[in-house]
């Protein structure tokens, strides 16, 4: 069967998925599964705060390079990933007590720093992630409270002074379709927009179960208002959860959401990519965060393609 990756530049997106480094490494099916299949990808836990930058100005490449040179190697563009979120933060930073001042300058060396040493190999870069609550308002994170909400307008200009070329994007989860934070998440990136923030596109996450998913319709409604900003789009994360062991119709109806999310973004001009959180089921973090739940990917764990992955090839075939 033809792969994602052969069929998606006819479709007029990249097919992406979220690489775990160290399985990269450990299993050898696994890579292959990903160069076959995908010409985007995005490091799962490779760049975050945490990882690259354990302490105080020390900073850690390793896997974040082999990500880098993985995709190199495979004709694959790379989208960071993501330099302003309030999740793994290393605790010399969260228990540091820095001043705004001090949080402001730690943060504009910090994204300097790795969108500097990409340059030119990294085209995307997630700048700031989950920013926005369940009510559409900012939440009350880590930098916000440290910084002040213009942590956001600040995060989009540093990386943009260190890398002019680099496509920036805000992502979140949960403002797929209709409803408060998707109104909430247009209303942040209008204002970014309206204060001529280097903004250039936003991502929708796409983690869902098969009882919470958006309407196909809503999500395309979504994407036509951001791109009526000026804004391209991506699904950039997406999973479709099920209970294990996942049955038949489970997968077949799983099948149908891929399908109809991937419908959304070929509606739209402005929708670049569509990524998911990982490639096999192999590697997915879906079976530790929700126990009983998992099977979430288009590919099995043993690398077969299942329903879904049909399903999106099918989608693509027709775009
Ligand atoms: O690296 C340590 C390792 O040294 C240690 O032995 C191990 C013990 O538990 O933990 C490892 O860190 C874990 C890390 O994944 C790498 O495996 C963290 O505990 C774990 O919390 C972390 O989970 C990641 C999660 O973000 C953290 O919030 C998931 O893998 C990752 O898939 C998930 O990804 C996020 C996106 O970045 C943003 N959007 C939502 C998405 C799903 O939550």
């Not at 999740?87 to 010399?92: I, K, M, T």
Request: with cysteine; glycine share 8%; proline share 5%.
């Amino acid at each position: 069967a033809a792969t994602l990756r052969s069929l998606a530049p006819a479709a007029g997106i990249r097919v992406g998925a979220a690489v775990d480094v160290e399985a990269l490494e450990a299993d050898p099916a696994y890579a292959r599964l990903l160069a076959r299949e995908f010409n985007l990808v995005t490091p799962e836990n490779a760049m975050k705060f945490a990882v690259v930058q354990p302490e105080r100005d020390r900073y850690d490449f390793t896997q974040a390079d082999a990500l880098v040179a993985f995709a190199e190697a495979h004709g694959m563009q790379v989208n960071g990933h993501v330099l302003v979120w309030d999740r793994q933060l290393p605790d010399w930073l969260t228990q540091g007590g820095f001043s705004r001042d001090e949080l402001m300058a730690i943060l504009r060396e910090h994204i300097r720093t790795l969108v500097t040493r990409y340059r030119g190999r990294v085209a995307s870069w997630d700048v700031a992630a989950e920013a926005v609550g369940e009510d559409g308002k900012l939440r009350d994170t880590f930098w916000s409270h440290g910084i002040g909400p213009d942590y956001l307008a600040l995060a989009f200009r540093w990386a943009h002074e260190a890398d002019p070329q680099a496509r920036l994007r805000y992502n979140d989860y949960g403002g797929e379709g209709a409803g408060a934070k998707s109104d909430g998440i247009y209303r942040l990136v209008a204002d970014l927009r309206q204060q001529d923030v280097p903004i250039d596109a936003v991502g929708l996450q796409m983690h869902v179960g098969l009882d919470d998913a958006p309407r196909a319709d809503d999500v395309r409604i979504n994407m036509k208002r951001l791109a009526a900003l000026g804004l391209q789009t991506d699904i950039t994360e997406m999973d479709v959860m099920l209970p294990l062991p996942a049955r038949g119709t489970a997968l077949r109806r799983q099948a149908r959401v891929y399908g109809a999310m991937l419908q959304a973004c070929l509606a739209v001009p402005q929708c670049r990519s569509f990524s998911t959180w990982g490639a096999s089921d192999a590697h997915s973090w879906i079976p530790e965060y929700f126990p009983g739940q998992g099977a979430a990917l288009l590919f099995a764990a043993d690398g077969r393609p299942k329903p879904a992955c049909e399903s999106v090839r099918g989608v693509l075939r027709r775009a």
